[in-house]
């Protein structure tokens, strides 16, 4: 009863199309989560989210769940979560993620999964890290432990977009730190973020996990440009 007054007076819309939920459907409507364009890169050891990182950054595996394309289902999903503050966009595609990536063993073994951070007027402003429930889920598919205080952004680095790639690595270079560097160590550590597009920031992330003693790191994302 509460949930249909709720629906009546609040109803909930599909985060790709708009259109109203179904009582049975939840983030997506059935019709978009059918045509949302998934890459299912976590089938195969080299594709192309791995291959942004060739001769830049050591990685084991790179995966992406599905395909950022503009004006596309998925940017309306990436923008619904970022900036109109559906955070359940972010359990929802990392249950999906974490469900996938359960069945693959090369991934079975991670020991923790971090999520990119934001710098700390960037999560005060938003309210929340928008990868932080996507990689809640996974870890919790993965059975590894979530790691929020390790990976830490300390400069907001907010001109990115406006580098090429090589200056923006040299300035990414600098923006992150790790503390706490004993939970990880000899650790198989899954860098998760939202989208792959450079690769820049996850690569600043990789050179930083990497610099304590035998962490290998493989790498999941929601989405990846093409």
């Not at 009582?23 to 997506?28: F, I, L, W, Y």
């Not at 999560?123 to 996974?138: H, M, P, T, Y």
Request: net charge neutral.
């Amino acid at each position: 009863m509460f949930h249909d007054l709720v629906s009546l007076f609040y109803p909930r819309a599909c985060n790709c199309c708009s259109i109203e939920l179904a009582r049975n459907e939840h983030t997506v409507c059935t019709s978009c989560l059918h045509e949302l364009p998934v890459t299912n890169y976590h089938l195969y050891n080299e594709n192309p989210a791995k291959k942004v990182f060739y001769g830049r950054a050591e990685i084991e595996n790179a995966t992406s769940l599905l395909f950022f394309r503009k004006k596309g289902m998925v940017q309306s999903l990436i923008h619904n979560l970022k900036y109109r503050g559906n955070e359940e966009i972010s359990a929802f595609l990392g249950e999906w993620m974490g469900t996938e990536l359960a069945e693959i063993e090369k991934y079975q073994s991670m020991d923790s999964v971090i999520p990119v951070p934001l710098h700390k007027n960037k999560l005060r402003s938003r309210g929340f890290n928008q990868v932080e429930g996507f990689a809640r889920k996974i870890a919790e598919k993965l059975d590894a432990e979530f790691i929020d205080d390790v990976l830490v952004k300390k400069s907001p680095g907010n001109t990115q977009a406006l580098r090429n790639r090589l200056s923006r690595w040299g300035n990414m270079e600098e923006t992150f730190l790790v503390e706490n560097p004993e939970k990880i160590k000899n650790k198989n550590v899954l860098l998760v973020d939202d989208i792959i597009t450079t690769g820049a920031t996850l690569e600043a992330c990789i050179e930083k996990l990497k610099q304590v003693g035998g962490v290998k790191v493989s790498i999941a994302t929601m989405a990846i440009t093409n």
